[in-house]
Structure formats: C-alpha cells, structure tokens
C-alpha cells in the first residue's frame, strides 16, 4: 500500500497526543482562538504517549498552594540535574505556572490521589504526584467531528 503525503497548513503545529501534546494543543486553543492549530500523532490520540498507556505520576507539581515548593526551588533542581545547561529564566516561567495546569486537568476529571486527612497530593518524591494516567485521555478535550471555519479533522 503507497503512502500518500498530506499538506495541511497551520498556524501552530503540535507534535504528539500525549499528555504534553493534548494539553499544548488546548492551551493554543485557548489563547490563540483565531489561530489554525493542528496536531500530529504516529498512532490513535486515545493511545498515544504514556500517560494513556498508564503513567501513575504527574513529574511536576510544585504544590504552592500548601508551601511545599516555589519556583526558585525548581530552578535550583534542574540546574543541578541538568549539570548547569538550562534557561533559567524559562524553568523559572515553567515552574510559576505547572500548577495551574494540573488543576486544570484535575477539573476535566482527571484523578489525582490526594491523602485523606489533608487533602494534598499524594507525592512520590519532592516533585511527582500520583495520579491515575490511564483515565485521563477519555477526560481530555476532544478534536472536533465537525470542524468550524479555517480547521481540518483533527485539528483543534
């Protein structure tokens, strides 16, 4: 069976279904809503990347809202982790806002364990939380069945 080639244009092309892709694409809908976003993927949406295939932890939650860690306290791990090769600036702008992100996906319905007594994440180490990965792409928005203006399948 030939393989046909299909040009698709965009005004922002993500690559991946994954946790980091769906989310990506969301958040480029989100804020650029006049944009043509588009995302790619080898295998099905619902299949791909390894939260769907059952990741039980979220790699980074910084749990500001308790005083467990700020972003300074990220900045200094990855320095460390990265042996020094890393934008600063950018870990920093990553860390002030990864919580947010994951309450958002805690509203969509993702399950994050939290412990009974204090209601705070259940964490694996100073970084992760515990979450149950294969319950999250059913829960996650949807391409569109029916595109609106200026949108190709898939696209969202």
């Known amino acids: 069976m ?4 299909k040009f698709v244009d965009s005004d922002i092309l993500v690559i991946g279904g994954g946790f980091g892709g769906c989310g990506a694409a969301y958040e480029a809908r989100y804020w650029g809503r006049d944009l043509k976003i ?31 860690n700020q972003p300074e306290d990220f900045v200094k ?5 990265l042996m020094g090769l890393v934008r600063e600036d950018l870990v920093y702008d990553i860390a002030r806002h990864v919580d947010s992100t994951v309450h958002k996906f805690e509203e969509w319905g993702l399950p994050i364990l939290k ?13 992760q ?28």
Do not use: F
Request: hydrophobic share 25%.
């Open 2 to 5: 030939a393989r046909r080639t």
């Open 38 to 68: 588009v995302l790619v993927e080898k295998a099905n949406v619902e299949r791909s990347g390894a939260v769907a295939q059952g990741l039980s932890a979220i790699n980074c939650y910084m749990g500001m809202q308790w005083g467990e």
């Open 77 to 81: 791990y990855a320095r460390g982790d």
């Open 115 to 127: 412990n009974p007594q204090t209601g705070r994440y259940l964490r694996e180490g100073k970084w």
């Open 129 to 156: 939380i515990m979450i149950h990965g294969e319950s999250y792409k059913p829960k996650s928005p949807r391409p569109r069945e029916s595109p609106p203006p200026r949108s190709t399948t898939g696209s969202w």
